[in-house]
């Protein structure tokens, strides 16, 4: 059986949970609470140097790290990673925009607001960071108009990784009320067969 180390209320192990759940997989999951120094001690960085979660554990010993790289491998085969190669390549392309455009402005919004107090300095780099996200969700907005997902006619790894992030935007202090496609878009996804929802941990 493989093995999942993640924080439950990462969206970046979350997309993992998500695509396991959804795929009908067995999987063992270890809660590492990343946010409070887990990822930083000697014994996991001799499982990923890099400190971070979500880390994919093979029953051979093999590990993989960064989430959408474990997303790729674990959806080989499967309806969720297309097998045509144009369509391959966009999947590659949201994957990239989630985690250099969206992540590091909707995420950490939310890392902020979530976990650190509220006298924390990084707290006055919110603002600033909800100007950029509504930027990113307008791109996600426009690309949605007359489209049900993301790539191609069906629902896919694309999706599961912006939805991670997407859904849970409001804690970081955006309002999505003005982008009804991307609402629709996540009222498509938490409907599909073997959702799961997000299971806060903090």
Request: net charge negative; glycine share 8%; charged share 20%.
């Amino acid at each position: 059986m493989i093995t999942i180390y993640g924080m439950r209320a990462s969206g970046n192990c979350y997309k993992l949970q998500l695509l396991l759940d959804q795929l009908g997989r067995d999987y063992r999951w270890v809660e590492v609470d990343s946010a409070h120094g887990a990822t930083r001690t000697p014994q996991f960085l001799a499982m990923n140097p890099n400190g971070k979660v979500p880390l994919l554990e093979l029953e051979d010993g093999r590990r993989l790290a960064e989430s959408d790289a474990i997303l790729c491998f674990l959806a080989e085969g499967t309806p969720f990673w297309p097998d045509d190669a144009w369509l391959r390549a966009q999947t590659l392309q949201w994957l990239f925009f989630e985690q250099y455009s969206h992540e590091p402005c909707i995420a950490v919004a939310r890392f902020i607001r979530g976990w650190l107090p509220p006298e924390h300095p990084r707290q006055a780099d919110v603002p600033a960071l909800i100007e950029r996200g509504k930027g990113v969700l307008a791109v996600m907005e426009q690309h949605l108009a007359g489209r049900e997902w993301f790539v191609g006619e069906r629902y896919g790894l694309a999706d599961i990784a912006l939805y991670a992030y997407t859904h849970c935007a409001g804690e970081g202090g955006f309002d999505l009320a003005g982008y009804p496609n991307i609402l629709a878009w996540l009222e498509r996804v938490r409907t599909q067969p073997g959702h799961s929802p997000m299971l806060h941990s903090r």
